[in-house]
Nanobody, 123 residues
Framework: QVQLVESGGGLVQAGGSLRLSCAASGRAFSDYSMGWFRQAPGKEREFVAAISWLTGRTYYADSVKGRFAISRENAKTTVYLQMNSLKPEDTAVYYC????????????????WGQGTQVTVSS
């Protein structure tokens, strides 16, 4: 079983920045894709960002494009979500996900999910 642990969430003022981390453990991945999703109170889970190990491409939801950036460590065991110019609308629980299969990284087809980390943006 692969375990994913998110960290870095917290309270930040509008316009500020946070960097979320997602560390994978349990078994080694030679190649995998990872993504970030979020769920605000009373709303459905939505795609935020993803990085494909197959192509090296990154993908972003329109709502965060230009403000958020996804990246990974050279060891490929940790991914980050750098969040800049945060808005109150970004308040949500953020989840990371991973897969070693070829999938559409914008969908919910991932095999492993973290427990989530709370991000709260105050105005």
């Amino acid at each position: 079983q692969v375990q994913l642990v998110e960290s870095g969430g917290g309270l930040v003022q509008a316009g500020g920045s946070l960097r979320l981390s997602c560390a994978a453990s349990g078994r080694a991945f030679s190649d995998y894709s990872m993504g970030w999703f979020r769920q605000a109170p009373g709303k459905e889970r939505e795609f935020v960002a993803a990085i494909s190990w197959l192509t090296g491409r990154t993908y972003y939801a329109d709502s965060v494009k230009g403000r958020f950036a996804i990246s990974r460590e050279n060891a490929k065991t940790t991914v980050y979500l750098q969040m800049n110019s945060l808005k109150p609308e970004d308040t949500a629980v953020y989840y990371c996900a991973a897969t070693a299969r070829i999938i559409n990284v914008k969908t919910f087809e991932y095999d492993y999910w973290g427990q989530g980390t709370q991000v709260t943006v105050s105005s």
